[in-house]
């Protein structure tokens, strides 16, 4: 699987805006941008998912750099609700039986009042 | 539509015991996901299954660990002889298509395992 690097953390204030970016400098032609996110306590939950155009849906929207090495997930108006880990993983559906979301250590976004 | 249902969601097994850990997919959904969550860490993949198929074990260990699928009723992982290095949260996720195709999966609440 191509590799993201994400921050470790990051910081923000409710109702502000929130961008959490992703770094995928060896992304291939058909891989997909994932976003995941995961709740204290709770399995993760979908977030957005793009190809190669920006992407609105009414949890976040997803902007992606025109060579599609970085991507950017933006939450419009951070909630204490949005406190989690966020995760930006990468896969190219036409890999034969390799069918799996590979998680890895995302970017843990705090939310303050 | 009822989510994808783990249970039970805390189990506390002696080492040597054994862990059965259940999963009802979503309805319509027959691809299942196994994944486990030591804790502060992150989410490591176990295994892929479809109905009565096991896909893809590769995060499986070796010994010990099994799944299924079976045509009728939830998914089940199963931990036999468990020791303390198994207590950590284990996910399961359904999917209408193979993931990652242009779909997306959905997680269970999970069940924490407490081996004492």
């Known amino acids: 699987d191509a590799k993201t690097t994400q921050p470790n953390s990051m910081e923000s204030n409710e109702e502000e805006p929130v961008h959490l970016p992703c770094n995928h400098s060896?992304?291939?032609?058909?891989?997909?941008i994932h976003w995941y996110r995961q709740l204290p306590s709770q399995g993760p939950e979908y977030v957005i998912h793009?190809?190669?155009s920006n992407v609105n849906n009414r949890m976040a929207s997803l902007a992606i750099a025109e060579d599609r090495k970085s991507s950017t997930l933006i939450l419009h108006r951070a909630t204490l609700r949005d406190a989690a880990v966020y995760y930006c993983?990468?896969?190219?559906?036409?890999?034969?039986?390799?069918?799996?979301?590979?998680f890895g250590t995302g970017t843990r976004l705090q939310v303050t009042l | 539509n009822a989510g994808v249902m783990q249970n039970p969601r805390h189990l506390v097994r002696r080492r040597g015991q054994e862990a059965r850990l259940r999963c009802s997919p979503m309805?319509?959904?027959?691809?299942v996901y196994w994944y486990r969550q030591l804790p502060e860490e992150g989410l490591k993949f176990m295994v892929y299954?479809?109905?009565?198929?096991?896909?893809?074990e590769s995060g499986m260990p070796k010994e010990r660990f099994s799944a299924e699928f079976p045509k009728e009723g939830p998914s089940i992982l199963r931990i036999q002889q468990v020791v303390r290095g198994d207590s950590a949260a284990y996910f399961c996720?359904?999917?209408?298509?193979?993931?990652?195709?242009?779909?997306?999966?959905?997680f269970g609440q999970g069940t924490r395992l407490t081996v004492v």
């Open positions: 996720a359904s999917a209408r298509d193979r993931v990652p195709m242009n779909t997306e999966a959905f």
């Open positions: 299954l479809q109905k009565e198929n096991i896909i893809d």
């Open positions: 793009g190809l190669t």
């Open positions: 309805k319509g959904h027959s691809h």
């Open positions: 060896t992304i291939s032609g058909t891989d997909y």
């Open positions: 993983i990468l896969r190219d559906p036409l890999t034969g039986t390799a069918s799996k979301l590979t």
